[in-house]
DNA sequence: TTCAAAAAATAACAATTATTGAAGTAATGC
DNA sequence: GCATTACTTCAATAATTGTTATTTTTTGAA
């Protein structure tokens, strides 16, 4: 048995069959979200912690102008707020972008979690490092590429991530994976318009680097859209490799 | 006694005289480091633990075109990579802006830090948490606002950050600090060109918002720049406002 | 299936920002 | 003091990105 969340942390190393289970236990019952729903809004005291066990979501801040920037997407397996507790409000919000199957864990939860596996609290803290080096690589994306090699670049991280908890294809080259944001997300996660984000997914159709249907995603030569936009995932530590089950 | 470092953990509430002596034992050699000397390379594994507690470093990430993104400023009493000893290489690098102060702290020693002083694993943490926020905050800077505005709202923070360890001043409405970053840096931080910046900052002097000479900034009127940038402190999570000893 | 709403595609034009080069001034380190 | 580095200013051009508006397609609900 296994789930987003253990393929993930797989990747951390060092988990045993008595670790896994533990985590399957925590993530015993999910409870179903629909699209377009807050789990966190800015402002509020941090309550839970929310693991996202199917679906999409992501993390954002609106600006007194109205301007949403979009901080972080969450994918099956990850943590939106694993750290949050020992704040007193937070500083943004977290909404879902489909329906979402949601791991509601309180503090004390997390607690028990970490302190009596230690195994289980450093792969949580693997995580976490994790998502800080996502936001640095966002950082450098957005302030140092142009246009289209950010998106190039948003979607070879997020090939990556799907693959890395079984959902992205990868086929003789080629890739593919549903993905949830429409343009106006994209456009709001790179800080651009979305008439922006249409012309420059065209140049990338055009360029045969990829096709975007329906919210599919084909990379045509995943190799080559690496290359364009200058991908490399070792920000995303995915090092230990492990055996898929 | 303290120094920056405690005076930045005091805003994390909760430390004890002894806690502090602690942190001041941990602070007993820090070493003289030159301007502009990596403290830690890309590739590297990561080893020691480094605290500024004089001087300015930064963090960066070099492309492989040659461009340079800053992904984070580091004032005294931060830590550069506290959390990074799990991860088998760095992501990024890290370098000095000026001659520093420098802790470097072994992994055993954080971990003795942490282990046997629950408040100092908590306001460590609290640091941490903080250093994504900001992350998250410079990442909404450098997507939503237009250039000046950019700008101004990175001086809003570091004066923030400087105050917090006393090393900026504040008198009837305006304020002032030493800041270590060139044009160029600013450049580098904000993903602009060089030239740039350097009509923006033309912009803010003659908008009667700042004066900048010879690295020093004074901030004429700080709720008129932080209303013309829209700072909002709270990311900062400072709330718990030590007493100045 | 049909309809209404939302999202995506497209186009023409405007605004912002980058690039390059050059020249002069100021600050800094040795 | 001298050499070096950083900053300032100007200009002309190019590239990128934004704005606004319209059409087409897709999506989701009735």
């Known amino acids: ?38 789990l966190t809004c800015e402002g509020d005291p941090p309550e839970n912690v929310h ?16 301007k949403r ?7 099956p397996g990850d943590f939106c707020d694993l750290h949050v507790a020992i704040l007193q409000r937070m500083d943004h919000s977290i909404a879902t972008l489909l329906p979402c199957e949601v791991v509601y864990l309180s503090r004390a939860t997390v607690v028990d979690l970490t302190a009596g596996h230690p195994r ?16 640095r690589a966002w ?22 991530r799907l693959d890395a908890v079984g959902l992205a294809t ?9 993905t949830p944001l429409r343009q106006t997300d994209l456009a709001d996660l790179l800080g651009m318009t979305p008439v922006h984000v249409n012309r ?8 045969g680097l990829i096709v975007l249907k329906r919210r599919r995603l084909q990379i045509l ?8 936009c200058g991908f490399d995932a070792a920000y995303l530590h995915l090092e230990n490799r492990p055996d898929r089950r």
């Open 1 to 38: 048995m296994s789930n987003a969340l253990i393929r993930k942390l797989d990747h951390a190393g060092g988990l045993t069959d008595a670790d896994r289970a533990t985590l399957l236990g925590a993530c015993a019952s999910p409870r179903p979200v629909a699209a377009g729903q807050d």
């Open 51 to 66: 693991l996202i066990l199917r679906g999409f979501a992501y993390r954002y801040k609106i600006l007194p102008g109205g």
């Open 69 to 75: 920037q979009i901080t972080a997407v969450f994918v």
């Open 120 to 135: 289980i609290a450093r792969a949580l803290w693997w995580a976490t490092l994790v998502d800080e080096a996502i936001l």
């Open 139 to 160: 950082l450098v994306n957005i302030g140092q590429r142009e246009a289209s090699r950010q998106i190039a670049h948003l979607f070879c991280e997020l090939h990556a």
């Open 170 to 178: 990868r086929d003789n080259g080629g890739a593919a994976f549903d």
């Open 200 to 207: 420059m997914l065209q140049e990338l159709r055009e360029a």
């Open 221 to 228: 030569d995943l190799a080559r859209l690496r290359a364009f």
